[in-house]
């Protein structure tokens, strides 16, 4: 079985401060991985998504992701958040054969000024 | 970029009463997703929908669900009837393609409240 578990329901960081969000997953072959993000009444957006090469992944807004075979983790990056970075931010995976894609429960991200 | 557009944003209705969520995919997009989220819980895929069939249900995508597509208008979700634990924020996706690393895209949502 597949799974994504992201265990930070809530971050809090101050503008400008750099940010990590974690993701770890669960998968008995190399899957798929995503970061998603939702602003407040508005879908889904990706921001960037894994699946062979540079384990780095560049995304939009000067985010990035690193993927780890190793530890099973997708973990978000950026350098210096502002405060619009204030969404939902959400790990998910799909598998090699299919475009079904499995989400962590969220991560809610709060940027103080 | 594209935009998946969902209508209606909201909907309260009666239990037992028929629902009917509507979804404009991307256009020229071929691959149809709808998913559920539950407050405050995890956004869990109910649905995908191609060429006209059903491809893969999870269960939670019970006997009064039913997905389809007429002559390339909306997607749509039907359920009925409606019972109280569908209330929930609904999300349609589409893609253009339907291996593992393609894109999807997500609507807004539309959330429904079942009284």
């Known amino acids: 079985a597949q799974s994504v578990t992201q265990p930070d329901a809530r971050v809090t960081v101050s503008e400008g401060a750099s940010l990590q969000l974690r993701c770890k997953y669960s998968?008995?072959?190399?899957?798929?991985l995503f970061w998603y993000v939702q602003y407040p009444r508005q879908g889904l957006q990706l921001l960037l998504k894994?699946?062979?090469?540079?384990?780095v992944v560049q995304g939009v807004n000067s985010f990035e992701a690193e993927f780890s075979k190793s530890n099973s983790s997708f973990h978000l990056q950026k350098a210096s958040v502002h405060w619009s970075d204030s969404a939902v931010y959400f790990c998910?995976?799909?598998?090699?054969?299919?475009?079904?894609?499995?989400f962590g429960d969220g991560t809610q991200l709060v940027v103080k000024p | 970029g594209p935009k998946v557009l969902q209508i209606p944003s909201h909907q309260i209705i009666d239990m037992g009463q028929m629902v009917t969520l509507n979804c404009d995919p991307v256009?020229?997009?071929?691959?149809f997703y709808w998913y559920k989220q539950i407050l405050g819980q995890q956004m869990e895929f109910l649905v995908n929908?191609?060429?006209?069939?059903?491809?893969?249900k999870s269960k939670l995508f019970k006997d009064q669900f039913s997905v389809e597509r007429p002559d390339g208008s909306y997607f749509t979700l039907k359920i009925q009837p409606t019972a109280l634990e569908d209330s929930a924020v609904y999300f349609c996706?589409?893609?253009?393609?339907?291996?593992?690393?393609?894109?999807?895209?997500f609507g807004s949502g539309t959330r429904l409240t079942v009284l």
């Open positions: 998910a995976l799909s598998k090699n054969s299919n475009n079904r894609i499995f």
């Open positions: 996706a589409s893609s253009g393609l339907g291996g593992g690393a393609e894109t999807l895209y």
């Open positions: 929908f191609y060429n006209g069939k059903v491809m893969e």
């Open positions: 894994y699946y062979s090469g540079d384990p």
């Open positions: 998968y008995s072959a190399t899957p798929y």
């Open positions: 256009s020229n997009h071929l691959y």
